[in-house]
């Protein structure tokens, strides 16, 4: 389907209302299109062209929102580039995503001195083709470029202002990173709404500051983000404006919940993943209250079934594993037919992740992914924080779980053998590790076994391996 462009829509029927705020800046609709246009102009005269692959390398910002609505503007496909990986990361995710281009800051600064004459014009937007291939780690280790498309941000954002309004002076907070799906789905919903972005990067003082002065309406955290923001709100609270705290992307801690609740937090829980363009399912806010823990049913357009071992729909309250299906479900992932195959079957998305579904179609996490490790929000998968410890020719075993963290939910914990007669510090690991993996994903905690405890086929027993150390 063509239609036009979202931004330019919004500059015809809002030209006024205000689009983005960083700092002390803001932006109108017609402000912003305006920046985006010209911007358009000058990535096309760069040699941009529509269906191209870009990788981009953007802290959060004005430049960065402006690229996000120039490539669509353009036809082209944005691959955004996680800023805390190391440059290794980044060229296989550009080398598998058959990306020719990189555009940062150096790249922009080049873009400013190019002049451009054409007058303002609007386009249009194939909702079928691809909008964004968003990484996400694969339990091999392996990145996965999730591919979604313009209609798939579409009905995430309409499913999502269902159940959670939308109202014309919303303001959303965004803090996390742009480069994850939560954060790049704000910005296309805030578009669709006619709502407005605020930016401010994560710092519990600033943030607090922001909902204040700029009276924001929604924000997105991670659990982790709220535990710090939990400190300050002891002694001062958010403001009246803030009518709800989405919080998602990893597990909350019971106790989180109920310290919120205690302090008449407007928390509301959310459970979704990059294959599903953000959301899946979202607690309404009065049902925090009566069910503190369950993630609400499934969004609007959306079902989800949970199924046995043998793939067979179980029934409520039994584990199993959570499927997916609904038009924010992703196009597949990028060149890699065996993992498309293997996680979509006849329109589902097979999730790996556990969870129940209970007689009122509430929907209750158990475990993320196996094996994942959820820390502040970012996935942490154990066999490629594993498969670079192995390369360490002193070590002869490596095993990555993750354990309970307050303040993390979950810290990175590795447990080595060393080869005969070998011997490393945590200093010397963490020197190893520094540019071959992303900071956030080097282990917290160490320790040191003369061997690790295996099954019965000879594998790496990671559920008795993890009792060993929590009981130490």
Not at 64 to 70: K, P, Q, R, S, W
Request: aromatic letters at 6%; hydrophobic letters at 35%.
């Amino acid at each position: 389907m063509l239609v036009q462009d979202w931004l330019s829509a919004q500059a015809n029927l809002r030209p006024d209302t205000i689009a983005l705020i960083e700092n002390e800046q803001q932006w109108t609709y017609k402000q912003l299109n305006h920046s985006v246009y010209t911007l358009s102009q000058k990535l096309i005269q760069s040699g941009i062209e529509p269906k191209q692959r870009v990788a981009v390398y953007l802290p959060n910002g004005f430049d960065c929102v402006c690229l996000i609505h120039a490539l669509a503007k353009i036809g082209a496909i944005l691959v955004p580039l996680n800023t805390r990986l190391t440059e290794a990361e980044h060229q296989q995710q550009m080398s598998q995503s058959q990306c020719k281009t990189l555009i940062d800051e150096e790249f922009l600064k080049q873009l400013a001195t190019q002049t451009i004459d054409q007058p303002l014009t609007e386009s249009v937007i194939d909702t079928s083709q691809t909008s964004a291939i968003v990484y996400t780690s694969g339990t091999t280790g392996i990145s996965k470029g999730g591919k979604l498309s313009h209609e798939n941000f579409l009905w995430s954002a309409i499913a999502s202002g269902i159940r959670m309004g939308n109202f014309s002076d919303d303001r959303w907070l965004v803090c996390m990173p742009l480069y994850h799906v939560g954060g790049l789905s704000i910005v296309w919903r805030c578009c669709l709404y006619g709502t407005t972005v605020v930016l401010n990067p994560f710092e519990p003082e600033s943030i607090h500051e922001t909902l204040h002065r700029h009276q924001v309406t929604l924000i997105s955290l991670v659990p982790t983000m709220l535990y710090r923001l939990i400190e300050l709100w002891k002694s001062e609270p958010p403001p009246e404006s803030l009518r709800c705290i989405l919080l998602g992307g990893a597990a909350t801690p019971p106790s989180l919940i109920k310290k919120a609740l205690s302090m008449n937090l407007p928390i509301s829980l959310t459970y979704g993943l990059t294959e599903a363009a953000s959301q899946v399912a979202t607690t309404p806010l009065d049902l925090v209250m009566k069910k503190p823990g369950s993630v609400g049913r499934p969004l609007d357009f959306t079902s989800v079934s949970i199924l046995d071992k043998n793939h067979q729909a179980l029934p409520s309250n039994e584990i199993g594993q959570i499927t997916v299906q609904g038009p924010t479900v992703m196009q597949g992932y990028d060149h890699q037919p065996e993992a498309t195959e293997e996680t979509m079957k006849e329109g589902w998305l097979y999730t790996n992740d556990l969870g129940y579904l209970d007689e009122d179609g509430d929907l209750w996490m158990v475990n993320r992914r196996t094996d994942l490790i959820i820390s502040g929000g970012e996935n942490v998968y154990p066999s490629e924080v594993e498969n670079i410890l192995l390369r360490h020719p002193s070590i002869n075993e490596a095993c990555v779980i993750g354990l309970a963290d307050d303040e993390w939910g979950q810290k990175v914990c590795a447990v080595l053998v060393f080869e005969f007669n070998q011997t490393l510090s945590e200093s010397d690991l963490q020197s190893f590790l520094n540019k071959k993996l992303a900071s956030y994903k080097h282990p917290r905690e160490y320790h040191f076994l003369k061997e690790l405890p295996k099954t019965a086929s000879g594998k790496i027993d990671r559920t008795q391996l993890l009792k060993q150390i929590q009981s130490l």
